[in-house]
């Protein structure tokens, strides 16, 4: 396995030097790309036009005779430019909504590369050999002159969205204040359509027009996950997209029977796979954990809620309460309050006196989140009677779920809106700010 892994990447072979060249330069191309064709919503536009660009190779190879493939580049960016214009046309114009359009001209244009493709197996031109190859790609068959004309096409896609990366972004996030502030929208619209025919076209003969759209959507996809940053987003998804591109290219090395292209996308969508479930902050685990831990921080401050409650009924402050007394004010499952009890124990918010059973006081340190918890449960209800103009019997259940998300700058703002006041809409005491 060492030795093999040696032979790849000395690149000693030339052969694999052309396919790796070619795959990279595509991942690259289409990862970066396919930022802004998910960010804009656009993503199946991209499979549409991936297969809408099957009868201009068919087309390209009908005029010229031979798998040329500057002709085949022009007779692939024709027609998906010309897929583009219709799909547009047909929303603008008509009543069908933007997912039939689309649907409609994948298997339109698509079944009329398939009846050209036919036709021309059944002409006996030899030089016909390969040409299938464009359904589902065939790196394999990436000679010198191919990389040459679609590497060339990968680093000018790459170059200008690095140099209209600003105009881009803005497109991409808030067309209208683009329009509004002058930009010429229309045009951008345009260059990201041409953007992504000619990244399309790149990855052709590497992953076929079948799979092509997995390289567009995949990479962004994986790489939204690992940040908030358009720039950041599309350096990670480049790096994705040409990190398949070396897989799919060494998994075919490995058995030469396995095709590069779908490869290339099982690689990505095991990248994608574990930027799902690991990416720090946006990752599944990560939200489970926050889940988690969000739902014990509401627990504990519910129980240190209900004994404050507790204290203020019978102002007794000093009095021990047991687990079933908190049961009596709280509906909470018994385990989960005697796990918060310890919890708040071990944070000083409460004080443990065991017995059978134990008993449980507030510290001064729980006392006092208590009794800020408390105070904007009864400003927020305040806030919904007198301002918004909501029943005093309806504000409890939205109030109980607001004390936990209010942060101080709120806080501050409801006790200004509201004149400071000090008794809620239930003639309770509203707890002072001390």
């Not at 007794?316 to 079933?324: F, H």
Request: glycine residues 8%; proline residues 4%.
């Amino acid at each position: 396995m060492i030795e093999t892994l040696f032979d790849f990447f000395s690149l000693q072979d030339p052969n694999v030097r052309y396919v790796l060249a070619g795959t990279i330069l595509l991942g690259i191309s289409a990862g970066v790309l396919g930022c802004f064709a998910v960010l804009r919503g656009r993503a199946l536009v991209g499979d549409a036009v991936a297969h809408a660009v099957l009868p201009g190779v068919c087309l390209a190879f009908i005029v010229v005779g031979d798998k040329n493939p500057f002709a085949l580049l022009v007779g692939a960016l024709l027609f998906g430019w010309i897929s583009i214009v219709v799909m547009d046309f047909i929303i603008q114009n008509s009543k069908i909504s933007p997912d039939a359009s689309i649907g409609m001209i994948l298997s339109v244009f698509f079944g009329l590369g398939v009846l050209l493709l036919t036709y021309i197996q059944s002409t006996g031109n030899v030089n016909q050999s390969g040409l299938d190859a464009f359904l589902f790609g065939q790196a394999a068959s990436l000679v010198p002159l191919d990389v040459m004309v679609f590497g060339s096409l990968s680093v000018l896609i790459i170059l200008v969205v690095v140099l209209s990366f600003k105009e881009l972004r803005l497109v991409s996030f808030d067309i209208g204040f683009a329009s509004a502030i002058g930009y010429p929208v229309r045009k951008l619209e345009f260059l990201i359509a041409t953007l992504l025919v000619m990244t399309i076209t790149v990855g052709l003969q590497a992953v076929g027009v079948v799979l092509m759209a997995s390289m567009l959507i995949i990479p962004a996809a994986a790489a939204r996950y690992w940040t908030t940053s358009l720039v950041y987003m599309v350096i990670i998804a480049g790096g994705v997209g040409a990190l398949s591109g070396v897989t799919g290219s060494f998994v075919s090395y490995l058995a030469p029977a396995m095709p590069t292209g779908p490869w290339m996308v099982l690689s990505a969508l095991g990248i994608f796979i574990i930027s799902f479930v690991f990416a720090p902050k946006r990752g599944e685990l990560a939200r489970f954990i926050k889940h988690r831990e969000n739902k014990t921080v509401i627990n504990d401050e519910n129980i240190l809620k209900t004994l404050y409650l507790l204290e203020e009924n019978d102002e007794r402050r000093q009095r021990a309460r047991s687990v079933g007394e908190i049961l009596k004010r709280r509906r909470m499952q018994p385990a989960e309050i005697k796990k918060g009890l310890l919890r708040l124990h071990r944070q000083n918010k409460v004080i443990r006196y065991e017995g059978q059973p134990d008993m449980y006081v507030l510290s001064e340190t729980g006392r006092q989140r208590a009794r800020r918890i408390v105070r904007v449960h009864r400003l927020w209800e305040l806030y919904l009677t007198d301002q918004v103009q909501i029943a005093g019997d309806h504000v409890h259940d939205d109030a109980e779920s607001m004390e936990h998300l209010i942060t101080p700058e709120i806080e501050a703002q409801l006790d200004k809106v509201l004149d400071r006041p000090t008794m809620d809409p239930h003639s309770k005491e509203i707890p002072q700010k001390l």
